[in-house]
């Protein structure tokens, strides 16, 4: 169990300088923002850079279309059907299973990155958190076990409306 400080505050800018100086500090990976919408300010505070679901979304996609051309080329081979001295392999005809396959294995694969980056479903619920965060403070959680009382005075630099202790799980 882990020592966490929990700092709440009415202003976004008292927010941000705060994270900027924790970051600083080397509390980068002990940090935790609440805010009651996404604010950008607050991503690039924290150093979040652009969201790796998209990798998941290209390859699902390509997959998608690898998968829609590969499977009528397989059954044109397995089961030949010469029409009127057609080819055997007619391409133009397999875009758009591929096209379909490529938005619904996409789609699909975005949905499974959401939820392996977001760590979804969370079984250990975060245990040090204010309801307010939902009426538009902004917070900050870190977990500061040996450096607490450093913490501490950084986060009452910028006078937040309250500082309390709690634990982690």
């Known amino acids: 169990?882990?020592?966490?400080?929990?700092?709440?505050?009415?202003y976004l800018d008292d927010c941000i300088d705060?994270?900027?100086?924790?970051?600083?500090?080397?509390?980068s990976d002990d940090m935790t923002a609440y805010c009651s919408y996404p604010d950008h300010h607050i991503e690039h505070a924290m150093g979040y850079d652009q969201s790796p679901v998209r990798v998941f979304t290209l390859v699902g996609a390509l997959t998608g279309t690898?998968?829609?051309?590969?499977?009528p080329s397989f059954a044109s081979m397995d089961w030949p059907l010469i029409t009127g001295g057609k080819p055997?392999?007619?391409?133009?005809?397999?875009?758009?299973?591929?096209?379909?396959?490529?938005?619904?294995?996409?789609?699909l694969s975005t949905v499974v990155g959401l939820?392996?980056?977001?760590?979804?479903?969370?079984?250990v619920p975060t245990v040090i958190y204010d309801p307010e965060f939902t009426s538009g403070r902004y917070g900050i959680a870190v977990r500061a076990d040996q450096r607490s009382a450093e913490v501490r005075e950084i986060l009452e630099k910028y006078q937040p409306v309250e500082l309390r202790e709690g634990s982690d799980a």
């Open 115 to 123: 939820f392996i980056l977001s760590r979804l479903p969370n079984p």
């Open 1 to 10: 169990m882990s020592n966490s400080l929990l700092a709440s505050f009415d």
């Open 66 to 71: 690898a998968t829609g051309f590969a499977f």
């Open 88 to 107: 055997v392999l007619s391409i133009p005809a397999y875009v758009i299973p591929a096209f379909e396959l490529t938005i619904l294995f996409g789609a």
């Open 18 to 27: 705060a994270i900027g100086e924790l970051r600083k500090a080397g509390f």
